[in-house]
């Protein structure tokens, strides 16, 4: 008798059953394929080249979940890929995007030197959402609609946060946060003449 089944085998239901498995749960886990990792596996598709199948990094995986279930134990291990990115295209061109802004700004000015121009501002963007959202990854989402006096405080402290953003940092406009009837009541645009 099990007190829980995950079924599928891949990264997040590992996590999961891990996770349960350290509270004392008895846990099966199911799997359809011969290997576990699900989109995090690497697999040898031609003879002698193994590479990562599906996903193309592990940023995800939380440092808190690599600790939690002692994954360095078990041989996990994170290994630095630069350059980061390649795409080749069918023309003979290819993009390469490196840890080095300057070499990534340079690849890409080949293609566009608008974009390479833009490049870093766009970097510091990403850096400032993946701040807001990192957080997020280990946290119940609210319940929407709330319903009890809980599901309105969580939904208070996500408002709270997004607020505190600076949406002109982000380039966006306060007004996109808010919901659309109060943005269309704000600008008039619902009012009759």
């Not at 440092?63 to 890929?81: A, H, Q, S």
């Not at 061109?93 to 566009?112: G, I, K, N, P, V």
């Amino acid at each position: 008798m099990y007190d829980a089944i995950v079924v599928g085998a891949g990264h997040n239901g590992l996590v999961a059953a891990g996770y349960l498995a350290r509270a004392g749960w008895k846990v099966l886990v199911l799997e359809r394929r011969h290997l576990v990792g699900g989109a995090c596996v690497t697999e040898e598709v031609f003879p002698g080249y193994r590479v990562s199948t599906a996903a193309y990094l592990v940023s995800l995986l939380q440092e808190r979940v690599v600790r939690d279930l002692e994954l360095r134990r078990f041989g996990y291990e994170v290994l630095p890929k630069d350059p980061a990115y390649f795409a080749p295209y069918l023309n003979g061109r290819y993009l390469f995007m490196y840890a080095d802004q300057r070499r990534t700004c340079e690849a890409l000015a080949r293609f566009s030197r608008r974009d390479a121009e833009r490049y870093p501002t766009y970097e510091r963007f990403v850096e400032r959402m993946a701040r807001f959202v990192e957080p997020m990854l280990l946290e119940a989402p609210p319940n929407l609609p709330p319903r009890r006096p809980a599901d309105f405080a969580a939904l208070s402290r996500l408002g709270w946060r997004l607020l505190r953003l600076a949406p002109a940092q982000l380039g966006i406009s306060p007004a996109c946060l808010l919901p659309p009837r109060v943005r269309s009541w704000m600008t008039g645009s619902n009012r009759t003449s």
